[in-house]
């Protein structure tokens, strides 16, 4: 098993309660890799204490990048919540916590 991290790197946004998480490989061969295995389910069920709501995937194959749209992931937005990160840039390494098979 190998770590998000060791493969691509992600950047975070949000608008609302509504968080977007990017997943982009260091290399353009990995995207298979992470299309197949890095589903909405998946990060639905890797972020399960912190998103509330569904998880939307989109691909974006001309970049080789996935984007998921966590619904439910802010505690309320940006200026209504009490949490720590209440921009959700730290979810980005959360999301990079997760494990797939080469």
């Not at 709501?53 to 309320?76: D, K, T, W």
């Amino acid at each position: 098993m190998t770590k998000l991290y060791e493969l691509a790197h992600s950047r975070a946004g949000d608008k609302g309660d509504v968080l977007m998480l990017s997943l982009i490989p260091y290399e353009e061969e990995l995207y298979g890799a992470l299309r197949e295995q890095v589903t909405a389910e998946r990060v639905k069920k890797h972020l399960q204490h912190i998103v509330s709501g569904e998880v939307e995937r989109y691909e974006m194959p001309n970049i080789s990048a996935l984007q998921f749209v966590c619904h439910g992931a802010l505690l309320g937005g940006v200026t209504t919540s009490l949490g720590m990160d209440t921009h959700g840039k730290t979810l980005s390494y959360a999301l990079l916590e997760m494990e797939i098979e080469l």
